[in-house]
């Protein structure tokens, strides 16, 4: 007997999840395997990435494993992803979510400021899809790749009322990134690849943990919802992305903000 519902199973997928080892990554990362997926975490330098992968193992009965890899480097995404494919494949899907910030007004920004976010949050990001989509369009294999880019791509972050939260290069890098998606998916279309961007609004992660409390506050009392996000909140667009039930979606941005950008 069919079971009864609406059913996600990834079972016999391997998911690729940039990030995922920490904040939204990591509830990326356990919402791929607690759907049955074999999860490839990409981190840069955070040493209990292989510990959080193989939690993930033991806690899902799937495997789950970590590759280091600097995404911003094109050439050792390639083989990154090409290993990934050898080892714990054939990779079906991704999720592009590495991203920085550097918050300080926008006349103190520096040129390495400028490099250090978009070099993760444009560049890193469009190595990682290209690397997915070039094992696919080699295997004449159908994928899904999910970016993760921010409702800051719309609108300038608050401090306190009509007080700009001073991040502009993270902003109009939100900004790229979304756009960069139509442009790959249009590209990739005949090749049966589907791009999609989910838009986080604000969410409770060791980043935002660390502002100053006023701003957050702010911020809270501000979305419809009243409050930040958890993590694993951000996680049921992805998941339905990545999935066969996503399959007539590519191109969008889809925006999980509490309600944010209604105003």
Not at 222 to 244: C, I, K, Y
Request: glycine share 8%; hydrophobic share 40%; with cysteine.
């Amino acid at each position: 007997m069919a079971p009864k519902g609406f059913m996600i199973d990834f079972s016999n997928k391997c998911i690729i999840v940039t990030g995922g080892n920490r904040g939204i990554g990591y509830a990326f990362s356990r919402a791929v395997a607690q759907a049955g997926a074999r999860v490839a975490i990409i981190y840069r330098s955070s040493k209990d990435a292989p510990d959080v992968a193989q939690k993930l193992s033991k806690e899902f009965n799937v495997d789950v494993k970590a590759y280091q890899c600097d995404v911003s480097d094109a050439d050792g995404t390639n083989k990154t992803f090409n290993k990934i494919d050898k080892e714990m494949g054939p990779v079906t899907g991704l999720v592009a979510n590495a991203g920085v910030s550097v918050v300080k007004p926008a006349l103190e920004l520096t040129t390495d400021d400028f490099n250090k976010v978009y070099n993760v949050n444009v560049l890193g990001v469009f190595n990682s899809a290209r690397a997915a989509a070039k094992l696919w369009i080699d295997a004449k294999h159908a994928g899904s790749i999910v970016i993760t880019s921010s409702m800051s791509s719309q609108i300038i972050n608050q401090a306190a009322p009509n007080k700009a939260l001073t991040q502009v290069f993270y902003n109009s890098s939100k900004g790229a990134v979304s756009n960069l998606t139509k442009g790959l998916a249009a590209e990739w279309a005949p090749y049966h690849i589907r791009v999609n961007t989910v838009s986080p609004g604000y969410v409770n992660t060791d980043q935002t943990s660390h502002m100053d409390k006023h701003i957050r506050d702010h911020q809270a009392r501000n979305v419809p919802l009243g409050r930040f996000a958890e993590p694993h909140e951000m996680t049921g667009q992805a998941v339905l992305l990545l999935s066969d039930h996503g399959s007539y979606m590519t191109g969008g941005e889809y925006f999980v903000d509490g309600g944010q950008l209604v105003w």
